[in-house]
């Protein structure tokens, strides 16, 4: 095969964000001559890089690299979280919450596992449309920490215990020139 056909193949077979400006990808030895070039391209969109051995690579930020490796294992955990929902659903997660990533779903109720799994979806996307798994990870910390909760009945009691106004007080930082100020 020409190299000029191999170029046009590997040209139409790329994503127009992963060409420099000649339209395909990028050689070694055009690496060696604009490597400047190449790496200011891969900071705007990502940039195929092919070798001598014709293997692919992409170069990109890492920060965007390191998102997507965090989204996919995200949603492959989702994706095992729902088949288990699925076959389980009129079940308590007591029964089924072991078979997910996110076992701790054993301490909640049917209905507030129904949330949790339409919930999950939403984060998800948020987190594609945001590029930032910040969120995602925030909620799911979120439900977790419930869960550490309701597994704690003398915590949830305390929690939920009314308040009486006439037992609260109002802590003041100590003053700088009383026993136990800051000097």
Do not use: C
């Not at 190299?3 to 077979?13: D, F, I, M, V």
């Not at 890089?49 to 965090?70: H, N, Y």
């Not at 594609?128 to 009945?153: C, H, K």
């Amino acid at each position: 095969m020409a190299r000029g056909s191999e170029e046009n193949q590997t040209k139409e077979a790329r994503p127009a964000g992963m060409r420099h400006a000649h339209g395909g990808p990028w050689r070694p030895s055009e690496i060696q001559r604009s490597y400047r070039a190449l790496l200011d391209s891969a900071k705007e969109e990502a940039q195929v890089i092919v070798d001598t051995d014709k293997t692919q690579l992409l170069l990109e930020e890492r920060s965007k690299a390191e998102f997507r490796i965090a989204l996919i294992r995200r949603l492959g955990e989702i994706a095992q979280f729902h088949a288990a929902y699925a076959r389980n659903r009129e079940s308590e997660p007591a029964e089924w919450a072991a078979q997910t990533p996110y076992p701790w779903l054993a301490a909640f109720s049917r209905q507030e596992a129904d949330e949790f799994a339409s919930e999950l979806l939403a984060y998800a996307l948020d987190a594609v449309r945001s590029e930032s798994m910040e969120r995602f990870e925030g909620n799911l910390a979120a439900w977790r920490s419930t869960a550490e909760i309701y597994d704690q009945p003398e915590i949830l009691e305390r929690m939920l215990a009314s308040i009486k106004p006439a037992e609260i007080v109002e802590l003041l930082p100590p003053e700088e020139d009383e026993p136990g100020g800051s000097a």
